[in-house]
């Protein structure tokens, strides 16, 4: 049964004609994605301190924004987060509350990234932005009080597909975040699943809102198949960061995240699935009108603390 609150949601925005993101341009859609928190998203935590700045990569300067939580002084751990959507709407300020919460609960620095969207961008620049992202917090440990053996990479929808798909070319370096958070991922580009056919029509994200995110992401049908897209695809999981991967039960994604969840169990990576039954695609920034929203932020800020002890 859907969640009695997320079927309140979906009757109002319906009755308010919210357009179809996939008939709307990229601007417009920023627009509204923006416009709609202040409806469904909590009161922004109080946190410490919030410090907006960049770093350059590839002749462009990447915008973060750097959350440190209450009264601590000492060197923190620190989760690098990868905001969601589709790789062409979200930004700093769509996701400022739930960086905030996970920074206050958990009890560390979060490090938020404006990566490169599309369609201005194209892939792999999204991808190449988070493994950047990584490296540089890494490299700034000192400078932003943090504690460089324990540095988490997390993301949720498209962001979960960024963190996946970062930890698979961050091994390849050599590198390893303490901990994977993916928060109903992305993981396969031209998905099949049971729940891309049962779930991608009257859930807010329908399967053609689907198709209009990767068409502005990719450069072509190839891309599909490459890892940097599709983590799900990766010729191996092996040795990667332990995860905790949660889903929604009315979600066209839920499948992708349970297979990459079985994936790296198979591969031998200390791996964590849960999935909220009741609840929709993009819940979780919904804490003002879905309780359940809150109690997974809590469940991630556990996983965050549990990993980095």
């Known amino acids: 049964m859907l969640d009695p609150q997320a079927q309140a949601l979906m009757t109002l925005l319906s009755e308010k004609g919210i357009p179809p993101v996939y008939t709307q341009t990229p601007v417009d859609a920023r627009a509204s994605y923006l416009a709609r928190r202040s409806f469904t998203q909590p009161d922004a935590p109080e946190v410490g301190r919030v410090q907006d700045m960049s770093f350059r990569y590839a002749g462009v300067d990447i915008p973060v924004r750097v959350y440190h939580p209450i009264g601590s002084s000492q060197v923190l751990p620190a989760l690098v987060y990868l905001h969601g959507g589709g790789w062409t709407v979200g930004d700093l300020d769509t996701h400022d509350v739930l960086c905030r919460s996970l920074c206050q609960q958990a009890g560390g620095v979060v490090v938020a990234v404006d990566y490169r969207m599309g369609p201005e961008h194209k892939f792999p620049a999204a ?45 390849d370096l050599g590198l390893k975040p303490v901990l994977q958070l993916l928060i109903y991922p992305s993981t396969l580009m031209a998905p099949d699943t049971a729940s891309y056919q049962t779930n ?41 960061p332990p995860a905790f991967v949660l889903t929604a039960g009315f979600d066209p994604l839920r499948d992708e995240g349970l297979l990459y969840a079985d994936a790296l169990s198979q591969a031998g990576v200390s791996s964590q699935y849960i999935c909220f039954e009741r609840q929709i695609h993009g819940f979780i920034t919904m804490g003002r009108v879905l309780q359940e929203a809150n109690t997974a932020v809590a469940l991630c800020a556990h996983a965050l603390r549990t990993a980095w002890a």
């Open 127 to 171: 991808y190449d932005d988070a493994v950047a992202a990584w490296q540089w917090v890494a490299s700034q440990a000192a400078a932003l009080g943090i504690d460089p053996a324990r540095i988490a990479i997390g993301g949720d929808s498209a962001g979960g597909n960024l963190a996946a798909a970062a930890c698979l070319g961050l091994r």
């Open 200 to 240: 991608g029509q009257g859930y807010m994200l329908t399967r053609e809102s689907m198709a209009w995110y990767s068409g502005n992401y990719l450069r072509g049908p190839q891309d599909t198949l490459d890892w940097r897209a599709s983590p799900q695809l990766a010729t191996s999981h092996a040795h990667l």
